[in-house]
T-cell receptor, first 112, second 111 residues
Framework: GENVEQHPSTLSVQEGDSAVIKCTYS??????FPWYKQELGKRPQLIID?????GEKKDQRIAVTLNKTAKHFSLHITETQPEDSAVYFC???????????FGKGTRLSVIA | DVKVTQSSRYLVKRTGEKVFLECVQD?????MFWYRQDPGLGLRLIYFSYDVKMKEKGDIPEGYSVSREKKERFSLILESASTNQTSMYLCATLPVGQPQHFGDGTRLSIL
């Protein structure tokens, strides 16, 4: 089955700097890769996702890149703000209708 | 907007009790999931269901069962609660062609 590894487990950055979180997956059949943000005491919420037919997707300060050959994908947050502080989870699955397999999460702290 | 409602935000039970966690969605979605979230371990899939009366084991089904008698409701059952089942439990639904949506979670403590 699929296995998703996520690094780092914790990340601290100064406000205004960039943050990068990396994930690798094992199943070459996986073709859907979402990223979730979970603020303290709240539900995980989708912030961006990418399908395997594209290599990069951007939404304002957030971007995701996918390298299918190497089986890894990354989340990039630019110009970080204190409200970006949260736990971020990557995930992978086949077709988007099968269960997601999640990474173990990255706790991002943005220091003002 | 997709709404996934979990019946309790916080729940305290005793070891050996039978515990029911309820999840209801209002969008007629077929796919529903139960995850468990623990610090440092991320979200782990317990059970999922693709349709009424259908269920599939996830990665950590031991000690749990599920029930899906109606499309909108997916229940997670702890047959005999143990302290190692103290955790945050998250229900999710998966609309066709859309991302997975989560409920607010139930923080369960087993004493």
């Amino acid at each position: 089955g699929e296995n998703v590894e996520q690094h780092p487990s914790t990340l601290s950055v100064q406000e205004g700097d960039s943050a990068v979180i990396k994930c690798t997956y094992s199943d070459s059949a996986s073709n859907y890769f979402p990223w979730y943000k979970q603020e303290l005491g709240k539900r995980p919420q989708l912030i961006i996702d990418i399908r395997s037919n594209v290599g990069e997707k951007k939404d304002q300060r957030i971007a995701v890149t996918l390298n299918k050959t190497a089986k890894h994908f990354s989340l990039h947050i630019t110009e970080t703000q204190p409200e970006d502080s949260a736990v971020y989870f990557c995930a992978a699955c086949y077709s988007g209708n099968t269960p997601l397999v999640f990474g173990k999460g990255t706790r991002l702290s943005v220091i003002a | 907007d997709v709404k996934v409602t979990q019946s309790s935000r916080y729940l305290v039970k005793r070891t050996g009790e039978k515990v029911f966690l309820e999840c209801v969605q209002d969008m007629d979605h077929e796919n529903m999931f139960w995850y468990r979230q623990d610090p440092g371990l991320g979200l782990r899939l317990i059970y999922f269901s693709y349709d009424v009366k259908m269920k599939e084991k996830g990665d950590i089904p031991e000690g749990y069962s599920v029930s899906r008698e109606k499309k909108e409701r997916f229940s997670l059952i702890l047959e005999s609660a143990s302290t190692n089942q103290t955790s945050m439990y998250l229900c999710a639904t998966l609309p066709v062609g859309q991302p997975q949506h989560f409920g607010d979670g139930t923080r369960l403590s087993i004493l």
